[in-house]
């Protein structure tokens, strides 16, 4: 369904992406995992084409989905995928409708636009999504503008959106970091039912990895613009390879009991422009040897995935 | 809001017109008339009153709708603003239009291009347009279209052509006020999540543009445009005069001239009411646009 190859973004002189491989197939759930400015939403962007909109282009690299190749797809074609075939969730409902119209024709528009219905039929449709979604009254709701939404509300109106027009792959970037967590779970849970009654097919970026284990089938680990390892959810965390995933595992809550404290990773993701030499991990890396700091290690299979380091294996 | 602040407002506006030097009688009496002579026309006109006593007989009168009589004039100050408001509002109203759709257009075309000429050209007209005062604007084009060119004439309001200059004096700071707020908040507005969800829906960026960026970037734009009905009136004022084209303001500064009270006052009083009105009508119009604003409201 969806396969990027070697990605290698850009914005100027400056390569925040590079080396992103990940493949994806019909009905599967594809999670990016990673900390803040890792790289993750700039995949989602590339993937969906509106990189040019933030100053970025793809330098390198593939992104294949269905059969046609997207980066070199001009703009009118890639159009008629965004939305019809595409859709894509982004991370803040808040600020992801358009506050001065009602939700009604914000989600109309994306039936009208790719499936060529008109005014009635289009509406129609929209009341039948936000059912589907679980939205009370849908057509009461249809009339209301977005600031009277909650923030649960708002993201379930802009997965409509983006369900309006059967799309084949759904890009959510973040879709629960900005909500409630009692919301957050209802959020998941929906996506998760949509991929499995529609069969389609979900990235879905988060920075949460306990999400991962609940939805996905396959995980891509990123760290500062490259993907450090990858493979099914299964295989992951059971015995993962590199030091930064198993540290991702590790900060995972696991109970209420007195001395479980949270834990942390020391240190913070390396901006674009002080990415370190070599592996970008290792002045966080417990296993950091010479050899970490000089050469950048590649993504090399192991086991059923892949990973990129020098001393892979299971923690000590 | 509105009662409280045109009562302050009449009272600054008598104040201000009773501090001038001098008083509307010396530019009624010859010279050399006596002093009883004087002295029977400043009874005549209350001008022997305090001014408290003055203010509450005008501000009364004007409830009831009278003006009050023009001294040096001697023609009610109703009648002369009758005559000239039309003329007032026709030049303001067509540097208003001007303004908002030279400006609007203006800042939609810089904040859209991709030619980093345009956008400097855009930004170099933008500056000078808020820099160059009016009334020297008003001059150099006289001499240029009106004496040298001859295109339209240097005075007067006979027909449309003689409102081409004078609108585009005044107009001129609109265009580029209205241009730099218009870019600005295009430019914001497009860097919203929701506009990126737009394009992430397939919608053509002419769409985007014009059904969603622009009642975005028109509401800060409607804002400036209320505030700016008084500074036409302002600009108006001047470029009358330097024109030499009747209206309020050329009556008005006539009026200071000669100290006719009266008259200042009630012009005065027409300005200030309508930038209040401007105000009023821009706060209705914003209202109509976000739907978040008549939320509070209620």
Same mark, same amino acid.
């Given at each position: ?84 075939? =595409? ?25 009208? $636009? ?47 959106? @983006? ?71 299964? @295989? ?81 | ?26 530019? $009624? ?183 969603? =960026? ?10 400036? $445009? ?53 105000? $009023? ?18």
């Amino acid at each position: 369904m969806l396969e990027v190859r070697d990605l290698e973004v850009a914005f100027g002189q400056i390569a925040p992406l590079c080396g992103v491989s990940f493949a994806l197939e019909k009905g599967e759930t594809l999670g990016i995992v990673g900390e803040s400015g890792s790289g993750k939403s700039l995949t989602a962007m590339s993937v969906m084409g509106l990189l040019p909109l933030s100053g970025g282009r793809i330098t390198a690299g593939s992104i294949i989905f269905d059969g046609q190749e997207l980066t070199k797809l001009p703009e009118a074609a890639y159009r008629k995928l965004r939305g019809g075939r =595409l859709g894509l969730i982004t991370q803040n409902p808040m600020t992801s409708l358009d506050p001065l119209q009602k939700i009604g024709p914000q989600v109309d528009a994306v039936a009208r $636009l790719h499936l060529g219905i008109t005014g009635q039929q289009a509406r129609a449709r929209t009341i039948e999504i936000l059912g589907t979604l679980r939205i009370p009254e849908p057509a009461l709701i249809c009339d209301r503008y977005p600031h009277q939404m909650s923030g649960g509300m708002k993201q379930r109106i802009v997965i409509a959106g @983006a369900l309006a027009a059967n799309p084949d792959l759904l890009v959510a970037d973040e879709p629960t970091t900005a909500l409630d967590v009692t919301v957050q779970a209802q959020i998941i849970r929906l996506l998760d039912d949509l991929v499995k009654e529609r069969a389609l097919s979900l990235v879905l970026i988060t920075h949460d990895m306990s999400v991962v284990a609940q939805t996905c089938d396959k995980v891509v680990v990123m760290y500062a613009g490259r993907a450090i390892e990858q493979g099914p959810v299964e @295989a992951i965390f059971a015995e993962p390879q590199h030091p930064y995933t198993q540290a991702l595992i590790g900060c995972i809550p696991k109970g209420l009991s007195e001395d479980e404290h949270l834990v942390g990773i020391p240190g913070t993701v390396p901006t674009v422009m002080n990415y370190p030499k070599g592996c970008p991990f290792h002045p966080r890396c417990i296993r950091a040897e010479d050899i970490c700091t000089k050469t950048s290690p590649s993504l090399l299979p192991r086991g059923d995935g892949a990973v990129s380091c020098h001393f892979p294996g299971a923690a000590p | 809001m509105l009662i409280p602040v045109s009562i302050s407002i009449s009272v600054v506006i008598f104040l201000i017109v009773h501090l001038l030097p001098g008083d509307p009688i010396d530019n $009624l009496i010859r010279v050399g008339s006596s002093t009883e002579d004087r002295i029977t026309l400043v009874l005549k006109y209350g001008l022997d009153q305090p001014l408290a006593v003055q203010y509450f007989r005008w501000i009364g009168a004007i409830f009831q709708g009278d003006f009050g009589e023009a001294i040096v004039l001697r023609r009610p100050v109703a009648d002369l603003i009758a005559q000239n408001l039309p003329y007032s509002l026709r030049l303001g109203g067509a540097a208003f239009a001007f303004s908002s759709i030279a400006g609007i257009t203006l800042g939609t075309i810089s904040a859209t291009t991709r030619s980093a000429i345009v956008e400097n050209i855009m930004r170099g007209f933008i500056l000078l347009g808020s820099t160059v005062p009016g009334f020297w604007l008003a001059l150099l084009m006289i001499l240029f279209f009106a004496v040298q060119l001859q295109w339209f004439p240097v005075s007067g309001a006979k027909g449309w052509s003689s409102l081409v200059l004078p609108v585009l004096t005044i107009g001129f700071g609109g265009v580029a006020l209205v241009a730099r707020v218009t870019r600005v908040a295009l430019l914001d507005v497009r860097r919203e999540d929701f506009v990126t969800l737009l394009h992430a829906k397939g919608l053509p960026s002419r769409t985007i543009l014009f059904r969603h =960026l622009m009642p975005h970037a028109m509401l800060p734009v409607v804002t400036i $445009l209320a505030l700016r009905v008084g500074w036409i009136l302002g600009g108006a004022v001047t470029v009358e005069f330097v024109f030499g084209r009747p209206g309020l303001g050329s009556l008005l500064i006539r009026a200071i001239g000669q100290r006719d009270y009266p008259v200042v006052q009630g012009c005065l009083l027409m300005l200030a009411l309508t930038v209040m009105l401007g105000t $009023l009508i821009g706060d209705v119009a914003q209202a109509a646009m976000d739907p978040r604003i008549r939320e509070t409201k209620k």
